[in-house]
């Protein structure tokens, strides 16, 4: 049977204040997903990227702290990263190991760093990957508008290559299968 966690990645004050795409959306969106995790039963792990010493999501400060909004509830696990990839010198795959975790589903941010990164080297690591839609976020770039970034990678560059990308209401119902199938085996 599938064991399995959501990932919620820097989702940190400075980046929401930052005023990513669709922010109140994208918001809403993972604080549903949270309580869906939660209700269920599955693990739920916070990603908090460090920058270091006078980066604006510095650990320890108030930029690098995860946004009260979706902040951890207690007993929730945090892994600290410095890098793009939340796997890359962190201990999570060992973590993630430990509990017999084989299915992540991830959202957060930013949608063409961190989130792709991250999204990328679970799919190496053997992961099944799911990544409900709207529910991670980026900013405009020079090139791209943060929704067309955000759109590109959810239907070009991980549907069907490195993750599913399914509506968040068809998480909740599959999370709910699953809490219902571990209560009766």
């Not at 890098?83 to 930013?110: C, P, R, V």
């Not at 989130?115 to 990544?131: E, G, Q």
């Amino acid at each position: 049977m599938s064991k399995t966690a959501l990932l919620s990645i820097d989702v940190q004050n400075a980046m929401l204040e930052d005023n990513p795409y669709s922010k109140e959306a994208f918001l809403l969106n993972l604080q549903a997903l949270l309580a869906f995790a939660r209700k269920s039963g599955a693990e739920v792990i916070h990603i908090q990227h460090d920058g270091g010493a006078g980066d604006v999501l510095e650990y320890g400060t108030p930029g690098g702290e995860i946004a009260t909004e979706v902040a951890p509830a207690e007993g929730e696990t945090v892994i600290v990263k410095r890098k793009n990839s939340a796997f890359k010198e962190t201990g999570l795959h060992a973590y993630l190991q430990s509990k017999a975790i084989d299915t992540l589903i991830m959202a957060g941010m930013q949608t063409e760093y961190c989130v792709d990164a991250t999204c990328k080297s679970a799919f190496d690591l053997d992961y099944a990957v799911i990544i409900p839609k709207s529910c991670t976020t980026t900013y405009d770039n020079a090139y791209f508008s943060g929704g067309a970034l955000t759109s590109f990678y959810e239907n070009e560059i991980w549907d069907g290559r490195f993750a599913q990308v399914i509506p968040v209401e068809d998480i909740q119902a599959w999370l709910e299968g699953l809490a219902a199938t571990a209560q009766n085996p």
